[in-house]
């Protein structure tokens, strides 16, 4: 096997999704400690923590305990090279969270026993099935009390709508959790907190060992047999095939606050999922192990590093091998270029790359022609990647600066924490950029753009929020957005590429335009 195939086929790219304080980030730092990567977790407990999670950099997000950015990290484990997307789980959080899914080949869900299936969940769970990636749950806080793990389960069946397959049983809850049961070598795993904090010693023994009563105690023992004979006999079977087309979400229960769990969970993820996926593009399916290089830009970021004023595009390479200082064709830009600074995060902080491989994500310098969705090949090849879907805003208001004489800077300011995703911008049909009207997928971006401008770009602004709560693109291209005969609740608007839209305060309005409109043609997402 060549050198490429065998990088490749180590890589493994993953999200992970959850509900606010379902204990992701948490997760998230014991896979880096068993990795290696850093040595110490951070711990978020609010507003005044001494210390933060290793993936909140931006500073808001260290001043609230929250993360509502993205972060990438990449560690190493048994061999394998693995690329954590960690998204925001706060509940307004921004769509930069639904195009970090685009990137990547599988999901980890984390779910709190106590509190079961919640809504952020549910709506991260929809952006993972419209792409049919493979969702792996882990049921955290188990050293709580929680949720009978069958109504767990059944939840996650109802709720999501997909069937599960439990790969470990808890054995308790709270303070009598006493650790898991694999079901199919019939090992339980006793966890005792290690001196050090970080890892937990394990003690294993089974089901049926002479001691086994003395270690978890009788009464644990009848439950667990008893579980262990329903599960057998009611729950989905283990189909490996089933899992990759994410029709099946095997299930882990653990707890990732004190390690209960999390490296049994790791393993089994790496064996059941599968090396970078062949993604689609214009010109057909691109396999991830040709040998020409490919990426798409799903993330940019500005200012990571105050003092440097910079702006960073994250790329997923697709395939081959990415070599730094070789000559690539940017197909958007119909130029050929070389990526400069390219670099891999763990974080804020940043290690310069020479290569890289499909599953990757690496961050380039970006003088400004990067956009959300562009495609890089190798010279000579012109396919570009699907398009990310731009998702339809919730919330929306009008902005202006306080200082007119800083109209340059405010220009600038919101132009480019737009080009990121984080916020959209519209302008009144027929007028300038004098009228500017965000629109945001969660309210905490209106909060986050106001602090941005005003440490990033020095700033002040003024925000009024509108009663618009729909968004619909025109498709038509033959139709005059001024003839249109609209209700008295919609405005007209454009986006920053000059397309129409329109913008309701009532779902109700929307059939009322097109029933009004013969011809008309109306989608919740922009292309």
């Known amino acids: 096997m060549s050198d490429l195939n065998t990088e490749i086929n180590r890589r493994r790219t993953f999200a992970i999704i959850s509900h606010p304080d379902a204990g992701k980030t948490t997760l998230t730092e014991k896979f880096l400690l068993y990795g290696g990567a850093i040595n110490l977790a951070g711990s978020v407990k609010g507003r005044k923590a001494a210390k933060h999670a290793v993936s909140d950099w931006m500073e808001i997000e260290k001043e609230r305990g929250i993360s509502v950015t993205s972060s990438v990290m990449q560690f190493e484990y048994n061999g394998m090279c693995i690329n954590i997307l960690d998204t925001p789980g706060h509940q307004d959080f921004s769509e930069d969270t639904y195009r970090t899914l685009m990137a990547a080949d599988s999901a980890v869900m984390v779910i709190d026993g106590s509190k079961g299936v919640e809504a952020q969940t549910i709506k991260l769970f929809k952006v993972c099935v419209m792409r049919h990636i493979p969702i792996f749950t882990f049921i955290n806080k188990m050293d709580r009390e929680a949720n009978d793990p069958f109504d767990l389960i059944d939840e996650i069946e109802n709720v999501l709508g997909i069937h599960t397959c439990p790969i470990n049983w808890p054995i308790g809850s709270g303070k009598s959790f006493k650790g898991v049961y694999d079901r199919k070598s019939g090992v339980i795993s006793r966890f005792i907190q290690g001196d050090n904090g970080h890892r937990a010693e394990v003690i294993e023994t089974s089901l049926d060992a002479p001691d086994i009563e003395s270690v978890i105690t009788k009464e644990l023992y009848d439950k667990l047999s008893e579980d262990s004979e329903l599960l057998d006999g009611a729950s989905d079977e283990f189909d490996l095939e089933k899992v990759r087309a994410g029709e099946l979400s095997p299930v882990f229960f653990g707890s990732a606050l004190t390690n209960f769990g999390v490296e049994i969970f790791l393993r ?244 009322t335009v097109l029933d009004r409109n013969e011809g008309l043609v109306l989608t919740e997402f922009g292309k």
């Open 268 to 511: 089994h993820f790496l064996e059941m999922t599968t090396p970078p996926l062949p993604r689609k593009s214009n010109e057909g399916i691109i396999d991830p192990f040709g040998n020409d290089f490919s990426a798409f830009v799903f993330k940019i970021q500005a200012n990571m590093n105050k003092a440097h004023r910079d702006r960073i595009a994250f790329m997923r390479i697709c395939s081959g091998k990415f070599e730094a200082g070789k000559e690539v064709y940017h197909v958007q830009g119909e130029k050929k270029l070389r990526l400069t600074q390219p670099q891999q995060m763990m974080a804020e902080e940043r290690k310069h790359v020479e290569e890289a491989y499909a599953g990757d994500i690496i961050g380039v310098f970006d003088p400004g022609i990067f956009a959300i969705g562009d495609t890089i090949c190798a010279p000579g090849k012109k396919f570009c990647y699907e398009g990310i879907p731009t998702f339809a805003p919730e919330h929306f208001a009008r902005i202006r600066q306080v200082d007119t004489m800083k109209r340059k800077q405010f220009i600038k300011g919101i132009e480019q924490i737009a080009l990121e995703g984080a916020v959209q911008i519209f302008q009144e049909y027929n007028t300038g950029m004098e009228e500017i009207i965000v629109g945001v997928v969660g309210v905490l971006q209106f909060e986050v753009l106001e602090y941005r401008l005003a440490n990033e770009y020095r700033v002040e602004i003024r925000l009024e929020q509108l009663p618009y709560e729909h968004i619909r693109w025109i498709e038509n291209e033959d139709i005059y957005i001024d003839r249109l005969s609209v209700t008295s609740d919609t405005k007209k608007v454009k986006d920053m590429h000059g397309r129409p839209l329109l913008l309701f305060t009532h779902p109700w309005s929307v059939g």
